[in-house]
Each structure stands twice: as C-alpha cells, then as structure tokens.
C-alpha cells in the first residue's frame, strides 16, 4: 500500500496579510462591543430602578439640607438691602421701610407664617415678633405716612423694643443665601451668631448633639449584646448535626416571617408594669414591686435585640460552617487548651462573620424607628424618631434632612473602616 509523501508545507496554513489580520482584531473588537453592550442593556431596568428609588431619593435628602430659599424668596427686598450691612450697628432707616413694606405684603398674602417659622428656628421669638409688627403697620395706610415722614424705625422700635436689637435683623441676614450650613449646624447644636461666625446654641436649646451621641451609644451596646448572645448560637448551629442545626435555623429565621410591628406589640405586652414578666417575677416571689421596663432606655435595649439578633447570626454560621474543625483537633493534639486553642485558633477564622453582623446590626440599629417609638417612649427614642418629628409634624424638612445626612456620613465613615481593617472582599452575610 502507497502512502503519499506529506510535506510540512501542506499542513501549515499560509499566514495571513497584514490587512487580514486588521480586520479579524476589528471583528473580535466588534462582536465585544456588541456582547457588552447585551449585558448593558440586561442590567438597565435594575440600575433604573436603583436610581429612582435609592439615589435620586438621597441626592435630594441631600440638597434639600443645604437649599433655603424661603427668607430669599419672601424678603427679597430686605435681602438686597442687607448685603452692604456690616452688623456693627442698626439698620438704615430705609432698610427698616423695605422690611415693613414686605412683612405687610406677606400678611396680605397669608404667606408670613412660613418665613417666621424659618426665621423663629434661627431666633427665638422672631415669629411673634414678625406677626405682631405686620399686623400693626397694616392698619390704615400706616406703612405710606411712615414711610414718607422718615418714622419707620421709630414706629416699629415703638411696636417691639426687639427691633432696637441687631439680633433679629442678623438672623435675617444669615438665612438670606439660598445655600446655607444651618441646617447642619442646627443639627450639631451650632448657629451663626449675630456677627455671622459659627457658636454654640444656648444651652437650653441643645438636644441633636445629645441625641446623635445616645443614638450611637444605644447602637453601639445592642450590637454588643447581639455579638454575645449570637456567637454562641451560631456556633452550636455550625457544628450541630444537620437536621437538629435546619431546626435551629427556622427558630432563627422565624422572626423574619412575622411583622416587625407584631414583634414590637408584643414586647411592650411582656414589659408592662402589668405585662407577663412582671407577673412572673411577682409570682415566683423574686420582686415585690412591679419594675417599669417599657418607655425607657432598657426597653428599647431589649426590644432591638431580640429583632437583629438574627442579622448578627446568620453571618457567623455562614463563616463557622466553613471552618474544619480539623483546625481545633490538630491544635488540641499538640497540646493547646480548649481556650486557648479557640481564642488563637477558631476566633481568628470568625473575623469576617463578627465584622459583617457587627456592621450590619450597628447600621440598621441606627436607624431603628418603630421600636423606639412604641417601647422607648419619650426616654428611650432615637434620632430617627426625631427625623420623622421633622418630617411629620414640624414639617422643618431641611433639618431633617441634615440629621440624615449626618447618619449618611457617619455609616459611610464606618463603612470605610470596616474596609480599612477587615477587607469588604470578606464581607459574609450568609
């Protein structure tokens, strides 16, 4: 049988031209394009929908707290005036007829109320002040004969000595930018003063700075007590066999299946002066009077636990049960102690499960709203409660808004130290 001779030529393709090859790398280039662009357009809804819902509501949250253009708006006159005030003295006595002119026209419009709130909010007493003065120039022309005898500032010094101060016409001249700190200021305690520098609020006027410090500090030990009591069950659930450990996992997870509001009901039941615990206690002969555990701080502490409790143990079983425990057999056969084999061994493996349910309980603690309402009574709230105050019944948007953006800043300033020293990469939530 003839074989044919095969030669290395005839097996090896002739390379290609350098046009060729040009057109083959635009078509890898093309069909890329092309594949990325699918994905793109696949991941669109859901980045919409992020947007809408998520980053658009926090970019307005955002610039609402530093828009105000309400004392802008309503006094613009008064406004323009004051630009070339230096605040060493009073006002000329035509800024006086200018104020007097529009205070006159917003109660004509039924528009003064709001720009009194804002002011009043930046000094005590200036609403009263602003509707007692509109209502006395509005009588009988009194504004035109003031203004042309040159008695303008008499007159109103004679309605309120207040406007012989330079305090309420610096609290005007401080509101008069459209884009302003006081939100945040107000929301640390702080103000512009009369000369426009940054001070203290007096110190009956102090509450947020408190506040946001109690907020986290109750943050703080709820993630505290949810690290303690969650450690040890989960780790009897990642090292149970499997069909006690599932049994386990649904008593965790059963709180997620029920209304956090039902929840919330039902611990105010248990701690009544007349609730079930008490009623225990007095029974078993422990306490002989009632302990008042709701609407305080020690119902608002055990209310929040029981309810992340199960954020705080799902990512350290999701770690644990990644562990052999051939780690603690060897450390034990070398002669470690069951303690310090876990503190040297185990503990260290656990890092990336304490720091996820640490962040996420410390998080969602912080803006914890329901449950310090209903438990906490006036005592036990937290700064959300007085967040949804502004929002609700104050209708002070701006300030609300600086409150958030000031919870905004400081979890994403724990966000980023949770990155610096554990890594988001080993960020486990089960």
């Known amino acids: 049988m003839k074989y044919e001779a095969i030669t ?10 350098i046009d060729a090859r040009k057109r083959l790398k635009q078509q890898l280039r093309q069909a890329e394009r092309w594949n990325r662009s699918k994905a793109f357009l696949l991941v669109v809804p859901l980045l919409l929908f992020v947007g809408i819902t998520f980053v658009m509501p926090i970019i307005e949250m955002l610039h609402r707290s530093v828009y105000d253009p ?3 708006d309503s006094l613009p006159r008064t406004v323009a005036a004051l630009k070339q005030w230096d605040r060493q003295q009073l006002p000329e006595e035509a800024i006086y007829a200018v104020l007097a002119e529009e205070l006159v026209s917003l109660q004509e419009q039924h528009e003064l109320s709001k720009v009194a709130g804002r002011l009043n909010s930046e000094y005590s007493g200036m609403r009263s002040l602003l509707s007692k003065s509109a209502r006395r120039l509005s009588r009988k ?12 500032r008499t007159a109103m010094i004679d309605i309120d000595q207040r406007w012989s101060d330079i305090a309420p016409w610096a609290a005007i001249k401080n509101l008069s930018s459209r884009y302003t700190l006081s939100y945040y200021l107000a929301a640390l305690d702080m103000r512009y003063d009369e000369n426009g520098e940054i001070s203290a609020q007096p110190e009956q006027r102090q509450i947020y700075k408190t506040l946001l410090l109690k907020t986290f500090a109750i943050s703080a030990l709820i993630t505290a007590l949810c690290l303690i009591l969650g450690y040890p069950l989960a780790h009897l659930l990642a090292t149970l066999p499997e069909s006690r450990s599932n049994l386990l996992m649904i008593m965790v997870l059963l709180p997620f299946w029920t209304s956090l509001l039902v929840r919330t009901t039902s611990w105010i039941v248990l701690l009544q002066t007349e609730g079930v615990i008490n009623d225990v206690l007095i029974h078993l002969g422990l306490i002989s009077e009632r302990l008042r555990m709701i609407h305080n701080m020690f119902g ?4 929040m636990t029981h309810i992340l409790l199960p954020f705080m143990v799902l990512p350290l079983y999701s770690v644990m049960k990644n562990i052999s425990p051939s780690y603690m057999r060897a450390a034990r056969s070398l002669g470690a102690k069951p303690g310090y084999a876990f503190i040297h061994i185990y503990l260290p493996q656990t890092l990336p499960g304490i720091g996820a349910g640490a962040i996420l309980t410390f998080i969602l603690s912080i803006g914890f709203y329901i449950t310090p309402a209903l438990v906490g009574g006036r005592s036990g709230q937290m700064i959300s409660n007085f967040i949804a105050y502004h929002m609700q019944t104050s209708l002070n948007w701006g300030l609300a808004a600086a409150l958030g953006g000031i919870l905004l800043a400081m979890v994403l300033l724990l ?5 610096r020293l554990v890594g988001i990469n080993n960020l486990k939530v089960g």
């Not at 966000?415 to 990155?419: A, D, G, K, P």
């Open 300 to 303: 608002t502490v055990i209310a």
């Open 8 to 17: 290395t030529s005839t097996l090896v393709e002739p390379p290609l031209d």
């Open 70 to 72: 309400l004392v802008a």
């Open 415 to 419: 966000y980023s130290v949770y990155n």
């Open 141 to 152: 022309d009194t504004i035109t004969r003031l203004i042309d005898t040159g008695s303008v």
